[in-house]
């Protein structure tokens, strides 16, 4: 076993901040005895291949250098390889992408320096991951996932990185003014709910579409996903509310549901299916059935 650490970076996160931040980061990790080597992404989802191979050559502690995405695909590879137990490994983030969110719910920093100090005091919890299963794919996820005007932002959003964090507003604008609301049948809690519903998300943690609050969060590793049913929530009122999906008293909206699951089933009940997004990612449309590994992969938090 490798006792350094296997950093993956990816040059395109954050509109290619890393070309004018690796120095930086190098120098940084060094000056703290970070013992490490970097495999640098060239291709989409290239960080699931790097994940592999480091753990196939005996490492067990990764840094994610890159934003929600990078992350996401470096859980993803965690969680198909076939080497070692899931929990034997450790993840830290150096957080250089757009939106950055699932660092917020663990207090990590966006500046570098305070990022590296916080991979040197190597502070660990064990976190929940998430197993989304479409008819033709299983897509894990370690922040909030969801389906309807979430993935409709997130598709907008691909087109629109190029703004910045602006982008996700630009974002939210756009799916206020074109989403169309959409009928789901969900499965949850032994119960089942047919509405017409303008999302439904189901996170891990906390925080999604660059710092919103949008489920009742309770634990990252409770075993339990936190689930938000926001209903037939008209223009003006979402625009009226807007503040409250920052603060997080969207939840006490009385068209809006939360509840907690180990499992859920999401059945759009239209032929127009919806966008699905996981960690910020579309992953494509149709039936979504959803699971968790309990306390499955180790996070270095602050």
């Not at 996401?72 to 198909?80: A, K, L, Q, R, Y």
């Not at 499965?187 to 089942?192: G, Q, R, T, V, W």
Request: proline share 2%.
């Amino acid at each position: 076993m490798i006792h350094s650490w296997f950093v993956i970076a990816n040059p395109t996160s954050g509109n290619k901040k890393l070309s004018k931040k690796w120095k930086d980061i190098a120098q940084l990790l060094t000056e703290k005895n970070i013992d490490f080597s970097v495999g640098y992404t060239t291709h989409s989802k290239h960080e699931i291949e790097l994940v592999h191979t480091a753990i196939q050559q005996g490492y067990r502690n990764i840094i994610s250098v890159g934003g929600d995405g990078t992350l996401h695909n470096v859980v993803n590879g965690i969680m198909t390889q076939r080497y070692v137990k899931t929990s034997e490994i450790t993840v830290a983030v150096i957080p250089i992408g757009t939106g950055n969110d699932w660092i917020k719910t663990h207090n990590i920093p966006i500046n570098i320096e305070k990022a590296v100090e916080i991979i040197e005091k190597k502070k660990i919890i064990l976190q929940d991951i998430g197993v989304l299963k479409l008819e033709n794919s299983t897509t894990y996820f370690n922040n909030i996932a969801g389906i309807g005007y979430d993935g409709y932002v997130v598709n907008k959003l691909n087109k629109l990185k190029r703004f910045g964090s602006i982008s996700y507003v630009l974002s939210g604008i756009a799916g206020l003014l074109f989403y169309k609301k959409t009928t789901f049948k969900i499965e949850i809690a032994n119960k089942i709910i047919e509405t017409k519903c303008l999302m439904t998300l189901f996170g891990i943690c906390k925080f999604s579409g660059g710092g919103m609050k949008m489920t009742d969060y309770k634990n990252a590793a409770d075993g339990l996903f936190d689930v938000t049913i926001a209903k037939n929530i008209g223009l003006l009122d979402l625009v009226f509310n807007l503040p409250k999906l920052y603060n997080g008293k969207i939840i006490n909206h009385k068209k809006v549901e939360t509840y907690l699951t180990k499992e859920l089933k999401i059945i759009p009940q239209t032929a127009d299916k919806p966008f699905i997004q996981v960690d910020g990612e579309l992953i494509g449309t149709g039936i979504v059935t959803v699971s968790i590994k309990e306390k499955a992969i180790k996070f270095v938090i602050r």
